[in-house]
């Protein structure tokens, strides 16, 4: 083919592709949505249309779908999403505009029947075909403590009333009781002031009760309304399953943005079942959720995670069972080209009672980062095996970064495949579990720059971990886990390597601080010198106890904390107390830190990929997600650091008694 008749064919493909593509260009649009508007409208900006479920229905890849002010109360279920990254499906509330998207109905007609106790009769047909007050929460790994619970829910006035075990528990006297459901039993409030939009600004979840039962043709629900009429006031109750969820997985490359979505019947999510939560990306790839308030969900509230099939709830809870679901997840396309790379950013999840971000195996290769996330499986009703502030199973190349996660069950739990993981700069407190659990994960993953504010730090039922530059001002347990084979892969893929039990260790902890609680060891520590099940402990001596040995340096330990046998280089402080509060003030929260002449003492370097090494069991280098080297070279504010580290967070704070702003 001579030079000039080249020049033409490829000009002539260049047509051809272009003409490919005008269509999607030129159709892309923005279609809106008002409470004044009709689905028979052209969904212009003068001629809205009235639900985003028929914006849904027109949208195109490259569309955007802008929702005004007001209270929409339905479900959506996008038909399609974009084609990619640049080509997406956008969801959006109009730039300041407040839009909530409730999948609750007001509800009135209640007459009083005893007492405080009033009650309500409600047509069937009112739910069409999914009822939440006869749909009953199961599946794997759920503990129902005894009795049965319903994915219905009743508010008043946006508070949460709590179910009841049998009806006559509605007239049973109770010195709890509130005066105003409103003003019922509630959570602790977070330090410092939040937008008044802030579901933390609420009331958590009130003792009065409800209950309901569902016949062949009518609902009836009961509730306390102590002193309060509950026709003059705003009374809800749940009647979707789910706010923005696709029935289909592969409804990929949306983008929802700006809502508040409230008041969801989600079911029970386990990794081995579809995952459905108030928000859910349904085995999609290329989701952004982001800058949305997401709250009361009955178990999850954003799920990254995991198609639906035959197998759903049958693997009784067993390790072998989750390795099947894994098999089938690999072969309906479970890998990097087709599922994940979500980004979840910027949001406040809160009032959920299993999770407040859940995913199993759909939230690899994506990035959650700048979120609050609070009041997660604070009233512990039912329980389970899935509860978390952020729980992932496979979390693979996934980055989760600078949020804060506070008032949870747990704060991250990483249970299977955290491999490439990175979980960075994030603050942790006030958590009645552990800040964060890694379950039978065999590396590499990284934890720098954080802040573990919690009573517990962090439990390790892991291997192959490097935590570096982080504040662990609670204790840490360790534990080996023998009885599970569990999965490690080749780098930042999907694909299984093989599967291995946890013997522990094989961790890396460089320029991390330790604070204890004026206690030494003593005995425990010798005590614990053969142990092979839990030890918990300030400092690093419980891991002397584990098969594979630990790689130190650069830590200092404070207060009673004690290093790892093996550390040689360890600066210790046994009288120390560096007291570090966390307190708020004016919508801040700062840690009042005393810090001295230790830093100065610990010899730290740069924490690199080459530093790291390879985790023992799966041979895989600690790198970033694309594969480049890893240098941890900021701090958690994200300032530079020197060739000689800080240990700890905060790179040069000063020293004597210091106030630093973390939110």
Known sequence: MNASRARRLSALQASLAFLLIFPAIVSARELHVALNGSDTNAGTASSPLRTI???????????????????????????????????????????????????????????????????????????????????????????????????????????????????????????????????????????????????????????????????????????????????????????????????????????????????????????TAEQIGLVGTHWSKGWIIENNVVSHSICSGIALGKHGDQFDNTSANTAEGYVKTIERGLARGWNRETIGHHVVRNNVISHCEQAGIVGSLGAAFSVVTGNTIHDIHVRRLFSGAEMAGIKFHAAIDTVIQGNHIFRTCRGLWLDWMAQGTRVSRNLFHDNLGEDVFVEVNHGPFLADNNLFLSATSLLDMSEGGAYVHNLFAGRLVTSPEPNRQTPYHPAHSTALAGLAPTKGGDDRFYNNLFVGRGEAPGSARQKAANQRGWIAGYGLWMYDAREYPLATGGNVYYFGAQPYAKETDAVVEPATNPDVRLVGEGGQLRVEVTFGGELARARTSLVTTSRLGKAKVAGVAYENADGSPITVATDYFGKPRGERPTPGPFENPGAGRLVLTVK
């Open 53 to 271: 479920q028929r914006a849904a229905d027109l949208a195109q890849p490259g569309d955007v779908v802008t929702v005004h002010a007001g209270i929409y109360r339905e479900r959506i279920n996008p038909p399609r999403g974009g084609t990619s990254d640049t080509q997406r499906i956008v969801y959006q509330a109009a730039p300041g505009e407040k839009v909530e998207i409730k999948g609750s109905e007001i509800v009135k007609g209640w007459v009083k029947d005893r007492g405080d106790v009033w009650k309500v009769t409600l047509p069937n047909a009112m739910f069409g075909a999914f009822n939440p007050y006869s749909d009953v929460i199961r599946g794997d790994w759920f503990d129902p403590r005894g009795r049965e619970h319903h994915t219905g829910a009743v508010y008043l006035d946006g508070v949460w009333l709590t179910e009841a075990a049998k009806l006559d528990d509605l007239f049973a006297p109770s010195d709890a009781r509130s005066a105003d459901p409103a003003g019922g039993a509630k959570a602790a409030r977070p330090a410092g002031k939040r937008r008044p939009d802030d579901p933390a600004n609420q009331p958590s979840w009130s003792t009065n009760l409800w209950y309901a039962r569902v016949d062949a043709s009518h609902t009836t629900i009961w509730a306390q309304f102590p002193g309060v009429d509950p026709n003059e006031r705003c009374v809800e109750i749940n009647v979707r399953r789910t706010v923005f969820y696709p029935d289909r997985p592969g409804r990929n490359y949306i983008t929802l943005r700006g809502f508040t979505l409230r008041h969801a019947a989600t079911p029970w999510a386990p990794p």
